[in-house]
């Protein structure tokens, strides 16, 4: 089985995605489920969805972590025409997973109990992002 799941983003940002997921396996199916961006200025993430703390965290951690192009530490960048997010984004992306496997039992996903699946937007503007789904 085979889908792609669109998701809208507003900017930069964390955008769960599970309940979508979840929707899209049917009940009584057992494998395993790929999920994988189709775009290299975002991630995918599982991450905790209880505290809204931690999506904060994470993106003021990678914020410090990969300044925009136009910070003096990062004068070296060449591939700025698309904005000082742009190359920045595609760096962030190469450093998080683009991919994700998730165990399904029974039309499950095996997810812990304060697990969520998330895209990670890299990019300032919103933006249409596609993840395929397969679940074998």
């Known amino acids: 089985m085979q889908t792609d799941l669109q998701i809208s983003t507003r900017g930069k940002g964390l955008y769960e995605f599970t309940r979508d997921v979840r929707g899209w396996i049917p009940r009584g199916v ?5 999920l994988f961006v189709r775009h290299t200025s975002c991630s995918l993430l599982i991450q905790e969805n209880a505290d809204p703390d931690v999506q904060r965290d994470l993106q003021a951690f990678f914020a410090r972590l990969v300044p925009p ?3 003096p530490d990062m004068s070296y960048l060449v591939h700025t025409l698309e ?3 742009d190359m920045p984004a595609h760096i962030k992306a190469a450093m998080m997973p683009v991919s994700l496997s998730i165990p399904v039992r029974d039309g499950v996903p095996m997810l812990g109990t304060w697990q969520g699946i998330y895209l990670f937007e890299h990019r300032s503007r919103p933006h249409d992002r596609l993840v395929s789904a397969h679940l074998g």
Do not use: E
Request: aromatic share 0%; proline share 9%.
């Open 69 to 71: 192009a136009d910070d």
């Open 30 to 34: 057992s494998g395993v489920l790929t």
């Open 83 to 85: 904005g000082p997010d």
